[in-house]
C-alpha cells in the first residue's frame, strides 16, 4: 500500500476521532487484500504448484519452459508487497480498537462519576455498586457464516464475560480457549457494545473455517 493511499484512506487511526465505522472500513481493507493474496496463490498453483520457493531454473540451469515465468515473478512479487500491506492494516486494526476503547473508558468513567453524584445527592450510598462491568478483552474480527457471527458477535465488541471468565480472573487467551475446548453447550457471553450491555450465547463448533468460534479476540491495555 503506497503512502498516498495510506492517507486518502484516513492514515493511521491514531488521529482522534476513530468510529466502528472506521474499523470495519479498516476490516473491509484486510479482507480485500487477502483475497488478493489467495489470488496469487492460486495463481502459482496453476503454474504447476510452483510456490513461493521453488527454483524457476532447470536442472541444467536453464529457464525453465513448463510455467509462465512472468506470470510466477509476478504474482510472488504481488503476494510479498500483499502480506506487507496486510500486516499494515491489521496494525491498524488493533490501534483503532484499543483507542475506541480507551475513548469507551472515559465515557464511563464520565458517567460513573455522574452516577455517583446522583447517588449521594439522593442518599443512595455504596457508590462501588454503580460500577460499569469491565471488558478485558476485544473482538477485531469475525468470519461470516462462523459460530461466532452465528451468536450475533460484532467487531469492537468488548468482553465482559465469556463463559466462566471475566474481568477478576482474567489472564491470558489461554483462558478463552480452556474454556472453548471443555464447553459441552452454550457460552453465555457477556459484550458491550457502543456502551450497552448485550447477553450472547455462543456454540463452539466445528465450521467450514479455522478454530471452533470463527472470530479473533486479542486482550485490551490496561
Keep these: 500500500m503506497s503512502e498516498k493511499e495510506t492517507r486518502e484512506s484516513g492514515g493511521s487511526p491514531e488521529a482522534s476521532g476513530v468510529t466502528v ?3 470495519q472500513e479498516l476490516i473491509r481493507r484486510k479482507e480485500e487484500i487477502e483475497a488478493q493474496i489467495k489470488a496469487n ?8 504448484g510452483i510456490g513461493m520457493n521453488e527454483p524457476l531454473v532447470d536442472c ?17 512479487h504481488n503476494i510479498v508487497c500483499l502480506q506487507n500491506d496486510h500486516k499494515a492494516v491489521m496494525k491498524q486494526v488493533e490501534e483503532a480498537l484499543h483507542q475506541l476503547h480507551a475513548r469507551d473508558k472515559e465515557k464511563q468513567a464520565r458517567d460513573l462519576a455522574e452516577a455517583r453524584k446522583e447517588a449521594m445527592s439522593h442518599g443512595l450510598g455504596q457508590s462501588q455498586d454503580l460500577s460499569p462491568a469491565q471488558a478485558f478483552a476485544i473482538v477485531n474480527s469475525i468470519s461470516p457464516g462462523s459460530p461466532a457471527s452465528i451468536a450475533g458477535l460484532q467487531v469492537a465488541d468488548e468482553i465482559v464475560e465469556f463463559g466462566s471468565v471475566n474481568t ?20 453465555n457471553v457477556t459484550v458491550i457494545r457502543r456502551g450497552e450491555k448485550h447477553q450472547l450465547r455462543l456454540v463452539p463448533t466445528r465450521w467450514a473455517g479455522k478454530g471452533l ?10
Design 213 to 222: 468460534l470463527g472470530c479473533n479476540i486479542i486482550p485490551l491495555q490496561r
Design 41 to 48: 496463490y492460486d495463481l502459482l498453483e496453476s503454474q504447476k
Design 168 to 187: 477478576q480472573n482474567f489472564q491470558s487467551l489461554q483462558n478463552i480457549g480452556t474454556v472453548v475446548q471443555h464447553s459441552e453447550g452454550p457460552l
Design 60 to 76: 541444467e540451469g536453464y529457464p525453465r519452459a513448463d510455467v509462465d515465468l512472468y506470470q510466477v515473478r509476478t504474482a510472488r
Design 21 to 23: 465505522s472506521d474499523i
